[in-house]
Antibody
Framework: QVHLVESGGGVVQPGGSLTLSCAASGFTFSDYGMHWVRQAPGKGLEWVAFLRSDGSDTYYPDSVKGRFTISRDIYKNTLNMEMNSLRTEDTAVYYC???????????WGQGTLVTVSS | DIQMTQSPSSVSASVGDRVTITCRASQGISSWLAWYQQKPGKAPKLLIYGASSLQSGVPSRFRGSGSGTDFTLTITSLQPEDFATYYCQQANSFPLSFGGGTKVEIK
C-alpha cells in the first residue's frame, strides 16, 4: 500500500532555508509524477511544485518560483524540496503527494509543518 | 493562470440532505477537474477526478458533473462522516490551482 512520510519541517527565520523530504513506499516511485501542496493555518490548499515522472521537468507557481526546488532520489525513493529565502507567508503544513491519473493527487502524506518566524 | 471559485463557502445541512457544491473556472478546463474531501487535522482525500469519475473506494453518493468552466459536486444523501471541507482542483494546466473550499457543517 502507498505510504508517504514527510520530514524536515520546523521553525526558521525569515530569509532562511529548509529542506523537506518525503519517503515513498508501496509503489514504483520512478513511474509517477509527484507534487508538494501546502496549507497555511486555517486556510485552503495551495499547489507548490510538481516533478514529472521521468524527472525531466519541474513546475512551480510564481509565489515560490526561484526560491523552491523540487527533486527526487529514485534510488532512495525520496522526494525533496529545498526552500530558500523563506518568508512569513510560507508558513504552512507541507504535503507530499503522488499523482494518479493526469495531475490529480491520489495519495497524500500526513504533512510537515514549516513555521517562518523571527 | 486559471482561478477556481467555489460556492458556497459554507453550507449547513442535516443527515440525509442532498448537498450541492459548485466550482467555476476562470477559463475552460474541459473535464480536468478533481474534488477532494478534507477533515480537520487530516490530509485531503480524492473523491472525483475527470469531473465525474469516482475514485476507487469512494461511496456512490458522491457525484461529480460539468465540463468547460462550470462543475458540481453533489452528495445525494449526507452521512455523518461527510461533514468536512471540500475542494475542487483544476488539472488542465500549470500552475495547478484549487478552489477556496466549501465547509459542510451540521445543521
Amino acid at each position: 500500500q502507498v505510504h508517504l512520510v514527510e520530514s524536515g519541517g520546523g521553525v526558521v527565520q525569515p530569509g532562511g532555508s529548509l529542506t523537506l523530504s518525503c519517503a515513498a513506499s508501496g509503489f514504483t516511485f520512478s513511474d509517477y509524477g509527484m507534487h508538494w501542496v501546502r496549507q497555511a493555518p486555517g486556510k485552503g490548499l495551495e499547489w507548490v511544485a510538481f516533478l514529472r515522472s521521468d524527472g525531466s521537468d519541474t513546475y512551480y507557481p510564481d509565489s515560490v518560483k526561484g526560491r523552491f526546488t523540487i527533486s527526487r532520489d529514485i534510488y532512495k525513493n525520496t522526494l525533496n524540496m529545498e526552500m530558500n529565502s523563506l518568508r512569513t507567508e510560507d508558513t504552512a503544513v507541507y504535503y507530499c503527494a503522488k499523482t494518479g491519473r493526469g495531475y490529480y493527487v491520489d495519495y497524500w502524506g500526513q504533512g510537515t509543518l514549516v513555521t517562518v518566524s523571527s | 493562470d486559471i482561478q477556481m471559485t467555489q460556492s458556497p463557502s459554507s453550507v449547513s445541512a442535516s443527515v440525509g440532505d442532498r448537498v450541492t457544491i459548485t466550482c467555476r473556472a476562470s477559463q475552460g478546463i474541459s473535464s480536468w477537474l478533481a474534488w477532494y474531501q478534507q477533515k480537520p487535522g487530516k490530509a485531503p482525500k480524492l473523491l472525483i477526478y475527470g469531473a465525474s469519475s469516482l475514485q476507487s473506494g469512494v461511496p456512490s453518493r458522491f457525484r461529480g458533473s460539468g465540463s468547460g468552466t462550470d462543475f458540481t459536486l453533489t452528495i445525494t444523501s449526507l452521512q455523518p462522516e461527510d461533514f468536512a471541507t471540500y475542494y475542487c482542483q483544476q488539472a488542465n494546466s500549470f500552475p495547478l490551482s484549487f478552489g477556496g473550499g466549501t465547509k459542510v457543517e451540521i445543521k
